[in-house]
T-cell receptor, first 113, second 116 residues
Framework: DAGVTQSPTHLIKTRGQQVTLRCSPK?????VSWYQQALGQGPQFIFQ???????QRGNFPDRFSGHQFPNYSSELNVNALLLGDSALYLC????????????FGSGTQLSVL | AQSVTQLDSQVPVFEEAPVELRCNYS??????LFWYVQYPNQGLQLLLK??????LVESINGFEAEFNKSQTSFHLRKPSVHISDTAEYFC??????????????FGAGTRLAVHP
């Protein structure tokens, strides 16, 4: 049983560019959350998707957007990249919107130059 | 709003010694509390959780944590650590009810370094 898979594992972009990160949830999970983990910090909640809709959002600007597909996979898009967007981006899935069991992927390391 | 403070950024310890990683939280509502572990180049893995009931919770690999409501703490302990316990440990909180969503607030993490 595959866990949460994220792609790509590493990515290098320049300021002003746009990036798309992808996540496939664990089998049987329908809820996907995205977190940003800056170097030396704990993960910070970006947003959560359920039934293809954004259900809750953290304190992130509109440059951060997402999507969930009918197969429950998800994308995180970041526009107009800033140096400060450099971080590990983690995807987490759970069996339902109210279930506290989060399973994390290994993340995508984004470097903005 | 909830917040989490992990009091130690780094904890060095010798193998087979006991260890405590400290976590304090603030919340105006009831909370669920979690400890996650992150090994190098890996995602976070749930170590243990407190939802309700007994205030002492245990993991399968010998860690335990005690929920102390009066001190708003959820410290993680292990009586004897192994080299393989070297990792980053994150304490996290979720409001008991936040519209039904499972958003977690994480602390900044504690790096546990176990030396031979």
């Amino acid at each position: 049983d595959a866990g949460v898979t994220q792609s790509p594992t590493h990515l290098i972009k320049t300021r002003g560019q746009q990036v798309t990160l992808r996540c496939s949830p664990k089998s049987g999970h329908d809820t996907v959350s995205w977190y940003q983990q800056a170097l030396g910090q704990g993960p910070q909640f970006i947003f959560q998707y359920y039934e293809e809709e954004e259900r809750q959002r953290g304190n992130f600007p509109d440059r951060f957007s997402g999507h969930q597909f009918p197969n429950y996979s998800s994308e995180l898009n970041v526009n107009a990249l800033l140096l400060g967007d450099s971080a590990l981006y983690l995807c987490a899935s759970s069996p339902s919107l109210t279930n506290e069991k989060l399973f994390f992927g290994s993340g995508t390391q984004l470097s903005v130059l | 709003a909830q917040s989490v403070t992990q009091l130690d950024s780094q904890v060095p310890v010798f193998e087979e010694a006991p260890v405590e990683l400290r976590c304090n939280y603030s919340s105006s509502v009831s909370v669920y509390l979690f400890w996650y572990v992150q090994y190098p180049n890996q995602g976070l893995q749930l170590l243990l959780k407190y939802l309700s009931g007994s205030t002492l919770v245990e993991s399968i690999n010998g860690f335990e944590a005690e929920f102390n409501k009066s001190q708003t703490s959820f410290h993680l302990r292990k009586p004897s650590v192994h080299i393989s316990d070297t990792a980053e440990y994150f304490c996290a909180v979720r409001a008991g009810f936040s519209g039904g969503y499972n958003k977690l607030i994480f602390g900044a993490g504690t790096r546990l370094a176990v030396h031979p």
